[in-house]
Structure formats: structure tokens, C-alpha cells
């Protein structure tokens, strides 16, 4: 026991001898993942482009909720049907000092899509889309067909400076000599692997951040990013393992903030195959594959638990799902809601469409991907198998599980029958998983890139088309509404579970605004004094 | 002479082609980097972009070939995340590692070799026991363990150490090292200590058993005899004769220290290679883990092949054996 007090004590005297944030105004956060490189246009993924955001703005800028706010550009508004104009703002400067005008938006839409060796590039905001420079605070975007998304589009490619001239490379970014922007801080310098510098731009054109300087250092460990904070080592963190959430909500020099996600962790099933490898029927016998049977999908979603899965699998850190978005999000529809658990129900709905003692199903998910997925992939199955459906589970990691699950089949098919997967909606809105989860798998158009379970309806493609195509914001809600109550309401072409719920921890005092899109951004970051 | 080390070279060369073989294969047909890497967002078309791009559309004997002419010329591949060659990726975070294995070496060393004599010298005493006991614990426990309790002791409950990453750094001969600057030398401390703990116990029970071969040497009885003080019989005569096979065993270990730090890496967040090779073998950054552990086996392939030649020039039978087999 005396040691234990001693401990205690030690611990004590280590918090309050920590010398308090804010030495000069420095924030130190410990993140998990660490950007690829500083160049905003060479990798178009979550923590690159959480980076860039510190130290480059956008024409558009997202709130915390996905919300547009202007950027770089004041205002924009479709002046035809095919045009939209994006006005300027006036005065603003790059941190070298050169002034912003519309030839540094010319010369970014020219590179973004085309940097060498990228990974994973920006075209698929600027395809398809012409610029036109109408004078220095002016620009037009034409399309060919209305384009409701411009804006949402322009709220993703981060404005480099026109100077830092033609035929920049990644590395000059890395090293800092082209990392020019525009955003509330500058880049100071990056240690791959060991600490991300940037200060506060004295010169930002909008509301000045509360920190002078902030340093992120990778550290992708979960337990020891929470031992750094309790350490005092840094002095705000994300992506707070899960288990450790109930720990660090008792320690008295912690405080967590939270917020949901506009991610959905919804179940697919397989729906284009007669005969789908991973259903069988009871014993292990051929069966024609009852996924296809929407009273079958019903049955499932009656099934599961949902106040379940978020009391226990997730220790109430979760919002159940019923649709796409979770609520204030631009087209969630009032009419569908998390689908009520009925085991009852499903074992007659079951009955009703011929498989009244059930069949055999595995399902697949990652388990190193989403909050605690492994462990949702058993909740999922003890409940099927309960009404009947005795489920497998086979989880993986996500390197392997999701070449598998979207082309591990033969001719690049998905190979599984049922599995959980996650989708966050970039965009805010839910074109982006309609176009991408719930559309017809149409290779040629872009529709349905991760419909791994090729759900397809023509009405609700019809829907998500004209949706994409709508520009009054009006109409297009009702579209998008309707379309997800025929996909999900009516089809049950997935089904979602929860949404997911996001934990940041800092020292007492910090508070951070939670973002929808799980990004950490420093701007956020506030404390209380 | 010439034709013995001929031969090993010749033999070294198959070796590094038979493991380039096996390393390639083994991490291509593991899952797609391309999941990995693309925004969920992008269609079709650019999924398709990127795995052209990536080369990964090609036959795996293609990309095999294509692999192994430009390694010929000394170009690993660039990193599928980073964009940048592989090589000099892992070549930058180098220094951390070995700065860190070092550290760990001498730690293993400097406690290890005083305590394993002392254990051995008085066998029977209480806290011998308890060193070698400790020597136990120190080879059985998993160092990520060790190491997260070690964190929330000496970092979290006490406050005396950094938890995490690397500290200041100050360049000598145009290379980052920490252990010059306080801030780069307490961030040093745990880490090594934690690395070291095997290799540690390795040198205790090494430095006892050696201790108690030695000890019973005529020239220690002789030194005795002589009417040498002890401290002399023992730092002079005794230590001399245990160092032999600590030294031979230690210059072997160390490869592994700087080639498997990974575990120490990644939860101290330490910016060496061991982390690098962790977080690309998560993203399925294919070229890096190829290039690293090329490196690796390069590595044991010219420690071995140092050491045959070495004993050839010792020890003639070898050579003798080898030229007529």
C-alpha cells in the first residue's frame, strides 16, 4: 500500500510540476498518423490533408460540421447552368508576402491533378471542370452538365502561390522552400518521423489561433500517445483508443472532447450473385444466395441490436444508424430512423421468405480500420445467429481485407458475402455515399466505386443522377432524401449501424471543437482562459 | 586464397538472390498497397490511375524483373507513400537507429559485464541470486511491455523522463545525433534502456559463466600465489580472459539490435528505421519494406562473409576443407 500512495503522490507532484502549456504560447500535439509529404496536391488522404489545412487555405472553407464557410473566395453562386463564379477575396497575402489573386488559383487547378507519383491525386475534385480567370479577383468554373458540388469541390484543394513557379516538385515542399500558402500558420520545418513545426502567420487574412508555434510529433502507438499526454509530453492528442477513454475521463488533469463523425459503419451484402461464396446452407450444402431477398436484408437489420452494440461494443461511444448521415447533415431524411431491434420479427420475416430455420454466413471486416470493428463483426453475428443465421466471423487486416473485399474475387468482383465496412462522407452531404455506396457499380462513370455488395436499382440511380445534376439546394434535398429512403428505407441495400464517435483528450483546460471529418486541426484547439 | 573467397563471394551473390526473391514475393502477395493510399472518395478511373502508376497492374515477374535491374544499378524503388526513393528514406532515419543501438550496446556492457563478474565471484551470495534472477526476467519479459510500464512509471508518475520521439538534436560530421544535448539525452535514456534489457541479461550470464571458468585457471590460482591484490586478479587477469566471447557474441548481436529495434521504435516513437519499416509494412509501402530488408540481409551477408574469411586466414584447415569439397 505505501508504495501505491507513493505513486499516487509521485504522480501528483509530476502534474503539478509540469510546467503549464503555453510556454510562448507553443501547443504540442501528439497525433497517429503523420502526414506523407508537405506538398498539399501529392496525396489526397485524411492526414495530409488535415496538415495542409494549417498552413493553406482553400476558395471554400468546411466548418467543423462539414458546413461552407468562404475562403479564399467571399462569395460564388452559379451565374448559368453550367457556370459558376467564385469572387475573391481582396488583400490577401501569401507568407512571402506576394499577393493572392486568381493566377495562383489558375496555376493550383493546373498542377493539383497532375502531380508526379501521386498516390492518390486531386482530379477527382477538377476533372471535368474548366477554368476561366475573368480578371485578378474573378473566376468561372464551367461543366459541362450542372454541377451542384462545385463549391463542396473547391473546399478540398488547398491554393499553393503561382511563384513558386512551373515544374515545383513534392520535395520542394518537403524541404519548405515552396510550402507558401495562405492558411493561419507557416511551416516552419518536418522531421519525417519525429516532429512537424509550424507559427502562427501574423498576417492570416481571418480570425488569428491562439497559438504562437504548435508541434505535432507522430506517435502511432495508442497507449503511448496517452502516456505522452499523462507524461505532459504533449499536450493534446487524437484518436484516444477507445479503451482508454473511461480511464482518462476519471484523471483529473485530462479532458476529452467528442464528437460524431460523418462516418456510418453499415454492413454490405452481397446482391449480384445467385450462388455468393460465403452462404451456405445449414450443414454447408449449395443454396441460392438469400441475400438477394430484401425481406432476408430486413430480417438482418431487425436482427441487431443496435442500443447493443453502442452500450457495450462501443461503451456508449457511438450514435445509432439508420440512414447515411447522422442528423444535420445535408440530405438526412426525417423519414428513416435506426431500424428497431425484433428478433421476433425478423425470425417471421425470415420464415416468410422460405428460410424458416435459417442458413450459414461469414462475415468479413477489418480489424485494425474502424473503432473497435473486430469486436463489432462478433456483436453483428451472436445476434444473427440467435434469429437463426449461424454467422462465422472472419476479420483481417486492412491491408488485406479491403483488396479483398472490393476485387478479391474472380474478375476483380468482391469476394465476400457480408461485410462491415465504414464510409465518411467528405463531401458532408449524401451524394457522396449514394453516388459511391448505392449506386448501380458502373465503371465507365464513376458510380458505385465501393458498392462492394452491388446494390443496384435504377430508381435510385435516376435519383442520385438528377440529384447530382441539381443545383437549387431545395430540389436537390428532396432528391437526395428520396433516394435514400428508396436504397435504404425501401431496398435495405445496406445497413448501417452506427455512427461513429470521435475522442480527443488534452490537459484540462483544452477543448477542441470536434470535426465531422475526424480531422485534428490546431485552429481548434482552445483553452479555457 | 583467391579461390576460397571467390567462391564465398559467389556464394554470398546466390544468397542475396535467393532472398530477393523470397522478400519480393513474400510482400507483393500480401493485400494492395492501393487501398491503402487512395481517398475513398476517387472512382474507378483514378483507382485505376494508381495502380498503373504504381506498376502494380504488371505480371509479378515483370515487376520482379523490373526490381532487380534497377537494384543492379543501385535503385531500390521510391516508397508508394512517400514518393521518394526507398533507399534514401531509410538511409535519412539511419543514424537514429544506430544511435540508439549503441547507446543500448553500451549500456549492456557497462552494467552488464560488472554484475555478471560479480555474480560469478561470489555465486552463493544473496544478491547474486537476485542479479541473475533479474537476468531472467530481463530475457522473458516482452520489451513492449517493459517498455509501457517503464513509460508510466518513469514518465508518467514520476515526470523525470520524456515519453516520446527523439529530443534536440545537434548535427556532428553532418549527422543528427541526441546524445550531446540534455533534452536529446533524456529522450535517449528510456528508449536504451529498454532496447538493452536483453542484450543486458545476455552479457550478465556471459560475463558470470565466463567468470566462473575462469576463476579456477591456474594463472588466476598463480596470480594468487604471486600475492597479487584481488582488484588486480580481477580487472586485469580475469576480465581480460571473459571478454573474448562478450565481444565475439556482442559484434553479432549487434546487427540485430540496429536491424530489429522495431518494437523499442514504435512505442517510443523513436524516428529510426524500425519505425519506419513498421508503419510501411501497415500501409503496405512495398519498396520500403523490400528495400529494408535487402539492407538487412546485405548486411548479415557481409558480417558472415568478413568472418569466414577472417577464420580462413586464422585457421588454414578451413581453407584446406573448402578448396577440396
Not at chain 1, 507513493?6 to 503555453?22: E, R, V
Not at chain 1, 482508454?244 to 483529473?252: F, N, P, Q, S, V
Not at chain 2, 544468397?15 to 498497397?33: E, I, R, T
Not at chain 2, 550531446?180 to 558470470?208: C, E, M, Q
Request: glycine share 8%; net charge negative; aromatic share 8%.
Amino acid at each position: 500500500m505505501k508504495l501505491h500512495r507513493f505513486l499516487i503522490g509521485c504522480a501528483i507532484a509530476g502534474m503539478m510540476a509540469a510546467p503549464a502549456w503555453g510556454e510562448g504560447g507553443t501547443l504540442t500535439v501528439g497525433l497517429k498518423a503523420e502526414p506523407s509529404s508537405i506538398d498539399p496536391h501529392y496525396h489526397n488522404l485524411g492526414p495530409n490533408n488535415s496538415m495542409a489545412a494549417h498552413y493553406f487555405s482553400r476558395l471554400v472553407e468546411q466548418d467543423d460540421k462539414l458546413r461552407l464557410l468562404p475562403g479564399l473566395a467571399e462569395s460564388w453562386q452559379p451565374i448559368s447552368e453550367t457556370t459558376w463564379e467564385f469572387k475573391l477575396r481582396q488583400g490577401v497575402k501569401f507568407h512571402d508576402g506576394s499577393d493572392f489573386t486568381a493566377d495562383d488559383v489558375m496555376f493550383t487547378f493546373e498542377r493539383a491533378p497532375n502531380v508526379p507519383k501521386s498516390p492518390s491525386s486531386f482530379a477527382t475534385y477538377l476533372k471535368g471542370k474548366s477554368f476561366t480567370k475573368v480578371d485578378d479577383y474573378t473566376l468561372h468554373i464551367t461543366t459541362e452538365r450542372p454541377y451542384p458540388l462545385m463549391p463542396v469541390d473547391m473546399a478540398q484543394v488547398p491554393i499553393i502561390s503561382a511563384d513558386v513557379g512551373e515544374g515545383v516538385t513534392t520535395g520542394d515542399f518537403n524541404s519548405g522552400m515552396a510550402a507558401i500558402g495562405t492558411g493561419p500558420y507557416r511551416f516552419v520545418e518536418w522531421v519525417p518521423g519525429d516532429r512537424l513545426v509550424i507559427e502562427r502567420n501574423e498576417d492570416y487574412f481571418d480570425a488569428k489561433p491562439e497559438w504562437e508555434r504548435i508541434v505535432f510529433k507522430p506517435i502511432k502507438s495508442g497507449p503511448a500517445r496517452v502516456a505522452a499526454l499523462l507524461a505532459g509530453d504533449v499536450d493534446f492528442i487524437d484518436n484516444v483508443p477507445p479503451v482508454d477513454i473511461a480511464r482518462l475521463k476519471g484523471e483529473e488533469g485530462v479532458q476529452l472532447s467528442q464528437g460524431v463523425s460523418s462516418r456510418v459503419i453499415y454492413l454490405h451484402m452481397d446482391q449480384f450473385r445467385e450462388d455468393s461464396p460465403f452462404v451456405k446452407a445449414n450443414g454447408g450444402g449449395e443454396i441460392k444466395n438469400p441475400l438477394l431477398d430484401v425481406r432476408v436484408r430486413k430480417a438482418i437489420s431487425m436482427a441487431i441490436d443496435r442500443d447493443a452494440i453502442v452500450d457495450r461494443v462501443m461503451e456508449g461511444v457511438a450514435i445509432k444508424a439508420g440512414q447515411l448521415l447522422p442528423e444535420g447533415f445535408f440530405g438526412v431524411t426525417p423519414n428513416l430512423s435506426p431500424e428497431a431491434y425484433d428478433p421476433e420479427g425478423a425470425k417471421a420475416l425470415l420464415a416468410e421468405a422460405g428460410h424458416p430455420d435459417g442458413f450459414e454466413l461469414t462475415i468479413h471486416g477489418p480489424n485494425d480500420r474502424y473503432i473497435n470493428d473486430a469486436k463489432i463483426c462478433e456483436a453483428v453475428a451472436q445476434m444473427l445467429t440467435r434469429i437463426g443465421i449461424r454467422t462465422a466471423v472472419e476479420t483481417m487486416p486492412k491491408a488485406v481485407y479491403f483488396r479483398r473485399a472490393s476485387r478479391g474475387g474472380p474478375d476483380n468482383s468482391p469476394e465476400f458475402s457480408f461485410i462491415l465496412v465504414g464510409w465518411g462522407s467528405g463531401t458532408g452531404e449524401s451524394s457522396s455515399p449514394l453516388r459511391s455506396l448505392l449506386h448501380t457499380y458502373d465503371k465507365d462513370r464513376g458510380f458505385g466505386a465501393s458498392n462492394r455488395g452491388r446494390h443496384s436499382d435504377a430508381e435510385v440511380d435516376t435519383l442520385i443522377e438528377d440529384a447530382l445534376a441539381t443545383v437549387d439546394d431545395e430540389a436537390r434535398l428532396a432528391l437526395l432524401q428520396k433516394a435514400t429512403e428508396l436504397a435504404i428505407g425501401r431496398n435495405q441495400g445496406i445497413i448501417p449501424t452506427h455512427y461513429q464517435v470521435n475522442t480527443w483528450a488534452g490537459r484540462k483546460g483544452l477543448s477542441y471543437t470536434a470535426r465531422a471529418d475526424e480531422r485534428t486541426i490546431a485552429m481548434g484547439v482552445t483553452s479555457d482562459r | 586464397m583467391t579461390v576460397f573467397i571467390i567462391r564465398r563471394l559467389l556464394q554470398s551473390a546466390v544468397v542475396v538472390a535467393v532472398m530477393s526473391l523470397l522478400v519480393f514475393v513474400g510482400v507483393n502477395v500480401v493485400g494492395d498497397p492501393v487501398d491503402m493510399l487512395i481517398n475513398p472518395e476517387a472512382d474507378q478511373a483514378e483507382i485505376e490511375r494508381v495502380i498503373r502508376d504504381l506498376g502494380l497492374d504488371r505480371p509479378l515477374h515483370e515487376q520482379y524483373g523490373y526490381f532487380v535491374v534497377n537494384a543492379l544499378q543501385g535503385d531500390l524503388g521510391d516508397s508508394f507513400i512517400f514518393g521518394q526513393p526507398a533507399l534514401q528514406l531509410i538511409i535519412e532515419r539511419m543514424p537514429a537507429t544506430f544511435e540508439l543501438a549503441i547507446a543500448a550496446l553500451l549500456l549492456a556492457v557497462v552494467l552488464g559485464i560488472p554484475l555478471g563478474v560479480l555474480a560469478g565471484l561470489r555465486p552463493d551470495a544473496g544478491w547474486s541470486r537476485t542479479i541473475m534472477a533479474g537476468s531472467i526476467l530481463g530475457f522473458s519479459l516482452p520489451s513492449f511491455w517493459v517498455g509501457i510500464m517503464m513509460i508510466m512509471l518513469f514518465a508518467v508518475m514520476l515526470g523525470w523522463l520524456p515519453s516520446t520521439g527523439r529530443g534536440d538534436t545537434v548535427p556532428v560530421l553532418g549527422v543528427e545525433v541526441s546524445f550531446l544535448t540534455r533534452d536529446g539525452l533524456s529522450h535517449l535514456l528510456l528508449p536504451a534502456i529498454n532496447l538493452s534489457l536483453f542484450k543486458l541479461s545476455l552479457v550478465i550470464r556471459l560475463a558470470r559463466a565466463g567468470t566462473r571458468e575462469v576463476i579456477h585457471q591456474d594463472y588466476i590460482k598463480f596470480a594468487r600465489a604471486k600475492g597479487l591484490s584481488e582488484t588486480r586478479v580481477v580487472l586485469v587477469h580475469l576480465l581480460k580472459n571473459i571478454m573474448i566471447p562478450v565481444v565475439t557474441v556482442l559484434g553479432l548481436e549487434f546487427g540485430g539490435l540496429v536491424a530489429f529495434s522495431v518494437v523499442t521504435e514504435s512505442v517510443f516513437a523513436w524516428p529510426g528505421m524500425g519505425k519506419l519499416i513498421i508503419d510501411s509494412l501497415h500501409e503496405l509501402d512495398r519498396p520500403v519494406v523490400v528495400a529494408y530488408l535487402m539492407i538487412v540481409v546485405l548486411m548479415f551477408v557481409i558480417i558472415n562473409l568478413v568472418v569466414d574469411i577472417v577464420y580462413s586466414i586464422l585457421d588454414p584447415r578451413v581453407r584446406l576443407q573448402d578448396t577440396k569439397a
